[in-house]
């Protein structure tokens, strides 16, 4: 039994407990798992999305399917976010024409590899630019430690490491999943600095809108009077809030608090993402290798959370 004397301190004791759950170590670590629980929701949703606009493509084409994202996801922001035009710099407006293009272009080019290769190697492949980017961008071993793993699950997924490689594959359609993953990693650079120049998702939105007038040349040339079907209108709207408005939002929240690299690494999760979608929803199947390969890739990005949660915590000591 607790003498009085410990009743009256744990008494005096709770609010001060109280307060320092929400003093600055909660708020630390508020800060670091805040940015990654973004990360991971918006990978999930853009995976299932893809998964979804693979059932929609033989009604539009990837081409066209692409298009209805893009024009969906940017008439969605413009409305929601109604984004202010004056007052900014031309730098500014680079930046989102720069952001917008390379949106464009990593939507055309994996919609044009799972056209033609399966949803979990088309993003295996994909996610080697994000990966590329960690390398490059990192000042720290771990960091480079993580990616390498990181890397190694990749290979491993994709059966280069079996003797395998991507023989099996079209190579076209493996040519179209490493240059998204090219404009991937030009994304992320240039969605953070989006993030610093335009106040809450106004950069996102101008840049969508940017992104989904280049795109739509080319739905038109293959989709035509397609794109105008009810049913595909609203197949697309589904694939636009799934695939753009919330993950990309969710994304450009995150690298506001989130280094690059970090952020590069937390990518690598993609094909373990896609495998799930690409097994629930359209029926691929995983090997044990598979699944191997899927739990170094986790293992990696778990490390290199983990690894920046320690320095935060170096950063903001507990009291």
Not at 280 to 291: P, T, W
Request: one cysteine or more; charged letters at 10%; hydrophobic letters at 60%.
């Amino acid at each position: 039994m607790d003498s009085p004397v410990k009743d009256t301190a744990a008494a005096v004791g709770a609010p001060a407990t109280a307060s320092a759950a929400t003093g600055p170590a909660a708020t630390a670590r508020a800060t670091r798992l805040g940015p990654v629980a973004l990360v991971v929701a918006g990978g999930l949703s853009v995976q299932f999305g893809s998964a979804v606009a693979v059932l929609l493509m033989p009604r539009a084409g990837a081409l066209g399917v692409v298009t209805l994202r893009l024009v969906l996801a940017a008439a969605v922001l413009l409305i929601v976010c109604r984004p202010k035009v004056r007052g900014y710099h031309r730098a500014d407006w680079g930046t989102v024409v720069a952001f917008g293009t390379a949106m464009a272009g990593m939507n055309i080019f994996i919609y044009q590899a799972v056209e033609r290769i399966p949803l979990g190697a088309a993003v295996t492949l994909e996610v080697l630019g994000p990966l590329l980017l960690s390398v490059i961008a990192s000042r720290r071993l771990s960091n480079l430690i993580w990616a390498g793993l990181a890397l190694g699950g990749v290979l491993l997924l994709s059966g280069m490491l079996t003797g395998g490689g991507f023989d099996r594959l079209d190579p076209v359609g493996a040519g179209f999943a490493l240059a998204a993953g090219a404009m991937w990693a030009t994304y992320i650079v240039f969605s953070a600095r989006t993030g610093r120049r335009f106040p809450q998702a106004d950069g996102l939105a101008l840049a969508m809108a940017f992104g989904a007038v280049l795109s739509l040349p080319f739905g038109i040339v293959e989709a035509g009077d397609k794109l105008i079907v009810p049913s595909t209108i609203a197949l697309g709207l589904a694939v636009a809030l799934m695939s753009s408005v919330l993950p990309y939002t969710l994304e450009l929240l995150a690298l506001r608090r989130l280094p690059a690299p970090t952020f590069a690494i937390l990518m690598s999760l993609e094909p373990a993402i896609a495998a799930a979608a690409g097994f629930l929803v359209l029926s691929q199947g995983l090997s044990l290798l598979d699944a191997l390969a899927i739990a170094l890739v986790i293992a990696a990005s778990m490390g290199a959370v983990r690894t920046q949660a320690k320095r935060a915590r170096v950063a903001v000591p507990e009291v």
